[in-house]
């Protein structure tokens, strides 16, 4: 489990095809690799992926046909990632639990400067906008963010200067595409009202 609070932004170094799927080398300068292990799970842009090697400040992992298939921002040498290792029950849930399976890649309508902050529009597949809601929480590359508003299959977000500052949601731009989590208990809910019909 993870929180979606971002604790660096990684550079993908390598992305070398590996039968379909990919080997990935990420480079971190401030996610502290000092108590990652083999088998530890890391949030890359908000995908769950299992560390296979670790060399100093950089980490390697693999990512299936599947990841790949239903993700976006992986497979780009040269790129930018949001990073966070896996939540220790003692950690703060300083966002919401997010569980780093991404439910679907929204794309970017508008990005705007409003003064304080900007206003991010995505738009979600339309098999997932019935499980986001004004006020509720959604994940975008990993970030965890609150929903502020809902039109359809378009949702809002605000993203403050310090959001903008230690991500890379600072790189989208219209048209961009976006690994989107929604949030866990949504599911939990539909599951619960529909389970009679099973």
């Given at each position: 489990m993870f929180s979606g609070i971002v604790a660096d932004v990684g550079l993908i170094k390598?992305?070398?095809?590996r039968e379909g799927g990919l080997r990935l080398t990420v480079a971190t300068e401030m996610l502290g690799m000092d108590d990652v292990q083999l088998g530890d799970s890391i949030a890359v842009n908000g995908v769950c992926l299992t560390v296979v090697k670790i060399a100093g400040s950089d980490f390697t992992?693999?990512?299936?046909?599947?990841?790949?298939?239903?993700?976006?921002g992986l497979e780009v040498q040269g790129g930018h990632v949001?990073?966070?290792?896996?939540?220790?029950?003692?950690d703060r849930l300083g966002g919401h639990l997010?569980?780093?399976h991404v439910d679907g890649v929204g794309t970017v309508i508008a990005f705007n400067d409003i003064g304080e902050s900007?206003?991010?529009?995505?738009?979600a597949?339309?098999?997932?906008?019935?499980?986001?809601?004004?006020?509720?929480?959604?994940?975008?590359?990993?970030?965890?963010?609150?929903?502020?508003?809902?039109s359809g299959a378009e949702f809002e977000v605000n993203l403050?200067?310090?959001?903008l500052d230690v991500t890379t949601l600072n790189e989208l731009k219209v048209g961009a595409k976006v690994n989107l989590e929604i949030d866990l208990i949504a599911r939990y809910v539909e599951r619960m009202m529909t389970a009679d019909a099973v």
């Open positions: 390598s992305a070398q095809d992992v693999d990512v299936s046909r599947e990841t790949l298939n239903c993700t976006t949001n990073l966070e290792k896996a939540l220790r029950l003692s997010v569980s780093g900007w206003r991010l529009i995505v738009r597949p339309q098999a997932l906008a019935k499980y986001i809601a004004v006020k509720g929480s959604v994940t975008i590359n990993g970030v965890s963010l609150t929903v502020n508003q809902v403050i200067p310090h959001t």
